[in-house]
């Protein structure tokens, strides 16, 4: 009966313990097939371009015209974020604050269920809001929604305020300052950083 007892209660420690682990990984491998499909992507708008960097490809100017012409869209919601991404309020920190809402202008879903939500800026680089569930949960900032930036020369990186539109990719250093100021910081509420940590970490969720 001892024995049965103390199996029991390391049962009941390691089984949530396992399910956390195996939930990290599976939104990890959802980002990185994400984070690939958008890197093939820039690379083939950049070469049937003929260019030598995305600005001169026209990609500030043809923004809509590179997801419409490269990603198989099933919900182009325009400018409304649902149903394409969570009613207003649905996001929260990891620390289970609250979390500001997406900002973007335009927000579409793909076949395989990711959200996006973007805007045309003026220079780069360009600010991707990205959940890879779409409306599903747990909408959480560094589990299922992540910040990704678009670089001039086609690096996808996270944000730094020191680097310019063509200065990823970013340094160790520089994302994980990222990563203690936004995504892990009790008081930022920011959506960067949570991308960075995990390229840092080889496409690991270790936070």
């Known amino acids: 009966m001892v024995t049965l007892g103390i199996i029991g209660v390391v049962s009941a420690m390691t089984v949530p ?20 499909q958008l890197s093939q992507a820039l690379v083939r708008f950049q070469t049937d371009k003929n260019a030598v960097n995305l600005k001169e ?39 289970s604050s ?9 927000f579409i879903t793909l076949a395989d269920g990711v959200s996006i939500g973007y805007g045309v800026n003026s220079t780069f680089p360009l600010c991707l809001d990205v959940d890879i569930n779409g409306a599903k949960g747990p909408n959480v900032v560094g589990r299922d929604l992540f ?13 730094n305020s020191t680097v310019d539109g063509s200065g990823a990719p970013l340094t160790d250093e520089q994302r994980e300052d990222g ?29």
């Open 147 to 159: 910040i990704m930036y678009i670089y001039n020369n086609g690096v996808i990186d996270d944000y």
């Open 98 to 106: 609250a979390s500001p809402y997406t900002t973007q202008k335009r």
């Open 17 to 36: 313990s396992l399910m956390q682990n195996h939930q990290r990984k599976t939104y990890v491998v959802q980002l990185h097939k994400f984070y690939n």
């Open 57 to 95: 490809a026209g990609l500030l100017t043809d923004f809509d015209s590179f997801w419409t012409s490269y990603f198989n869209i099933v919900n182009d919601c325009g400018s409304t974020s649902t149903p394409c991404f969570p009613e207003k309020g649905s996001y929260r920190m990891i620390n």
């Open 179 to 207: 990563f203690s100021q936004g995504c892990y910081s009790s008081s930022s509420g920011a959506w960067t950083g949570c991308f960075g940590k995990i390229l840092n970490d080889n496409w690991e969720m270790t936070y």
